[in-house]
């Protein structure tokens, strides 16, 4: 049997492949002709999901990371090679310049309801958009957030960009290494009661039974006091924290004011005083990176678990 040349044959089964791929992305189904040659991501976590499953190659920038001082030296050396297109929301016009033909993001992380990018906007100028399964309760109804959710947007951009396998491998690996933290744990009589503080003094700036930390804190067994608050990330009162008297308080560390300001603000204001957290001293920082869906999610469990039932 004649053979094809190797070039020729796999360029003749990467068409096939690709032919009419459909992938689910919040309320809409996006078709791919062929994997994306020009992707641009927006913020470190999604950008992470990226570069773990090798797409490096494939991405001509990223966007919102600097803008937020989230980038670490872990990260810094991923991205090296890459442009940071903006340093915070990109406008349209950035990403038609940059000949993106790919933009992974989210609702508010990077799109806003409404607003001048959206899958939408962008679809005239030959730009797919997948949206970060945790943000669409933004955009509709979605079950409460789970490990799932980020297990799922590994697996579809694995589908999109024809890394399937790699994806594959990294979720087993991540769900191996989530059953081990979950087994050290062990049984669980009651979950301990923990808040999530992200930012703000007059009002708290938290995560709902929408945001990631509420997986993650369950995970490593906890639960967050706002589990029953019907929203992803947004504002609650002092007052709601002080009548639901959390045992531990999560912090996520990002931006201008650091872990260490967020916990003196706590612990030196008066009316969060008789807090079981702030009398005993029970705190956990979180990286953003950690805090919000992607690859380091598992290691934020571990130092949930650690904190709250010792290693």
Not at 255 to 284: H, S, W, Y
């Amino acid at each position: 049997m004649k053979r094809l040349p190797l070039s020729l044959a796999v360029s003749l089964y990467a068409g096939s492949a690709f032919a009419q791929t459909t992938i689910q992305s919040c309320d809409r189904e996006v078709t791919f002709e062929a994997p994306p040659k020009a992707a641009v991501s927006n913020d470190v976590n999604l950008t992470e999901m990226m570069l773990v499953l090798g797409l490096r190659d494939r991405m001509v920038g990223y966007t919102g990371i600097s803008g937020w001082k989230t980038l670490d030296e872990e990260m810094r050396d991923g991205i090296a090679e890459l442009p940071e297109l903006s340093a915070k929301y990109p406008t349209r016009e950035v990403l038609i310049g940059a000949d993106a033909d790919f933009y992974f993001a989210g609702w508010n992380y990077g799109m806003k309801v409404g607003g001048e990018v959206t899958p939408e906007t962008l679809a005239p100028f030959g730009i797919n958009v997948y949206e970060l399964s945790e943000s669409c309760i933004h955009i509709g109804d979605k079950l409460k957030v789970s490990m799932e959710d980020m297990y799922r947007d590994l697996l579809n951009l694995g589908r999109i960009f024809a890394v399937e396998d790699t994806a594959y491998d990294l979720v087993a690996a991540y769900k191996l290494e989530l059953d081990r933290i979950r087994s050290a744990i062990g049984d669980v009589d009651r979950p301990l009661k923990v808040f999530v503080y992200d930012s703000g003094e007059d009002k708290p700036f938290t995560a709902g039974r929408y945001a990631m930390p509420t997986a993650l804190i369950e995970a490593a067994g906890g639960i967050n006091v706002l589990d029953d608050f019907e929203k992803s990330w947004s504002t609650v009162d002092w007052e709601t924290v002080v009548d639901k008297n959390p045992e531990v308080i999560v912090i996520v560390n990002y931006g201008t004011v650091t872990a260490e300001q967020k916990r003196d603000f706590m612990r030196n204001n008066p009316a969060l005083a008789g807090i079981d957290a702030v009398r005993n001293d029970r705190f956990v920082t979180l990286e953003y990176v950690e805090a919000t869906p992607g690859p380091r999610n598992i290691k934020a469990i571990r130092k949930l678990a650690d904190a709250f039932w010792g290693e």
